[in-house]
């Protein structure tokens, strides 16, 4: 499924009624019905129960009328609210607000302080809101009066749905510049919107429907939008069925390269991680003095030591030189987990990287060695996949963590391009950009995961795909991986789950993908 910017949509509206002759009108009736289904399961039913429902004067507007009109026919009682201006209704948002006042329902403003009275006693005794306030045109700070109305409703704590976004999120960045609506659910129209996903807005949308409205699919699915959602099925067919006669030198040779004295953890996970996703053999590369460490620790992965002069971290020629050998025979490579940030250590990791042929994945520490370095990523012999975590990514740019949460897509999408690396940035929804401009954003995931260990295990499930599949997609279907086996790590833990919880997790999400695959 893609997911759409503000201009995307606007653009699919017009095209709905001049190639396929169907009016807006058609949509927002579909619009309001499915809105005013939504918003009485929230809350289980309709009938008898009273619901607050908040126009604007744009066309989510519109579909705020068609739905109190629902509503009402499915036996609710309706105060309506509405904060626009009549006369500047586009004709469908005012047919639906024609047929609302012919069915005898008074569509209050809120223009004076009797009006905001009124407004808190409904709030009070309603059972439910419904919010079509401001749209995806949405963009900085909010006008007084819609301000004020928003605060109202969150002050009211009632169960709330938005049509379409929340309002005061951009729909474009997921911003909200000054206040936004706290939906329960928010029920997308067309396409999911990129403010869905990224920013203040993924809290603020609360649980996420999408709902086609009739408009024809070969629109929604039209190859003009470069970004979309990771799905099981969509990662299933980038992962190609094992052959009967694989071999664990076919399914892929992985050198993992990492660790440092007080993080033999993240080596671990990574290496591990590589191998429930498939890969036949894994070589864990780490600084001699936690050999015995992880040696003693890991059964299944190859350990091997390089010469650190008692250090415990990575540095030095001559451990790049057999680093470099061991890459050599390996089909790809991940380096950065608990490596440190030692100066010697990134040096290491920017001279390998030059050298290395092999594909490339870079975690945590070895993308901080590229901090102050940029220029020398476009010059890899690979192009490499970076696993970045929100503080990475924004200390790798050398800007401010609230910056690039603003408008993370359009800052991926420019340091993908720029540096000519594949970014991984993680997050409560975690986006994969490639340099060409397509993004994928995953539909998995949970608060959970937000633990330390569990971005190792995501940089090892990308490695280890290497040689199984196309090596370049490889991103989609780790990410996919990794957000499925949290999902389920945390029907079982919690917030309590663990790195390792995932990690265990990760053969059943291997096994579905695969079963989803035939």
Request: proline fraction near 4%.
């Amino acid at each position: 499924m893609n997911v759409s910017f503000a201009e995307d949509m606007r653009r699919i509206d017009g095209a709905v009624e001049e190639s396929y002759g169907l009016p807006a009108a058609a949509l927002m009736e579909n619009a309001g019905r499915r809105s005013a289904e939504e918003a009485a399961q929230l809350i289980g039913g309709a009938a008898g129960k009273v619901f607050a429902v908040f126009a604007g004067g744009g066309n989510n507007g519109g579909d705020a009328f068609a739905a109190a009109r629902h509503l009402i026919n499915m036996g609710a009682r309706v105060k309506m609210f509405f904060i626009g201006a009549e006369e500047r209704l586009s004709p469908a948002a005012h047919a639906m607000h024609s047929a609302l006042r012919a069915m005898g329902i008074e569509i209050r403003p809120l223009a004076g302080d009797r009006d905001w009275d009124r407004l808190r006693v409904s709030l009070r005794f309603a059972d439910a809101v419904v919010d079509g306030i401001l749209g995806t045109g949405v963009k900085g700070e909010l006008r007084k009066t819609a301000l004020r109305l928003i605060e109202e409703i969150n002050a009211a704590g009632k169960p709330t749905l938005a049509i379409d976004i929340p309002s005061g999120v951009e729909a474009d960045t997921g911003r909200i510049a000054s206040i936004a609506v706290r939906a329960d659910r928010t029920l997308a129209l067309g396409l999911p919107k990129v403010g869905h996903f990224l920013g203040q807005g993924a809290n603020a949308a609360g649980e996420l429907l999408v709902d086609d409205i009739g408009i024809p699919h070969a629109l929604l699915a039209g190859e003009g939008m470069r970004q979309s959602l990771i799905t099981q099925d969509a990662a299933a067919k980038l992962l190609p069925p094992r052959a009967r006669d694989a071999y664990k030198g076919t399914c892929g040779r992985i050198l993992v390269l990492a660790g440092s004295l007080g993080m033999t953890g993240a080596a671990a996970l990574a290496a591990e991680a590589a191998l429930r996703v498939g890969a036949g053999l894994v070589t864990l590369a780490v600084p001699e003095r936690i050999y015995p460490v992880l040696a003693a620790k890991l059964t299944e992965v190859m350990v091997v030591p390089l010469p650190d002069e008692g250090m415990g971290y990575f540095g030095g020629e001559d451990a790049r030189q057999k680093a470099l050998s061991l890459a050599a025979r390996a089909d790809a490579v991940l380096i950065g987990p608990g490596i440190g940030r030692a100066a010697e250590t990134g040096e290491f990791v920017r001279l390998f990287a030059a050298e290395v042929k092999a594909p490339l994945v870079m975690d945590a520490d070895a993308i901080a060695a590229f901090t102050g370095h940029l220029d020398a990523l476009r010059d890899l012999p690979q192009v490499p996949i970076l696993t970045p975590h929100l503080g990475e990514f924004s200390a790798l740019l050398g800007v401010e963590t609230e910056e690039a949460s603003e408008d993370l897509l359009r800052m991926a999408r420019d340091a993908a391009r720029d540096h000519q690396a594949v970014f991984v940035v993680k997050g409560a929804c975690t986006i994969v950009v490639y340099p060409d401009g397509d993004a994928f954003f995953t539909t998995c995931g949970n608060a959970g995961m937000a633990t330390a260990g569990a971005g190792d295990v995501l940089a090892g499930a990308i490695v280890g795909l290497m040689r199984q599949m196309e090596s370049g997609m490889t991103p989609i279907v780790g990410v996919w991986l990794h957000g499925y086996a949290g999902d389920r790590a945390y029907e079982k833990r919690g917030n309590g789950l663990i790195a390792g919880d995932i990690l265990k997790r990760l053969p059943r999400a291997r096994r579905e993908l695969d079963a989803a695959a035939r």
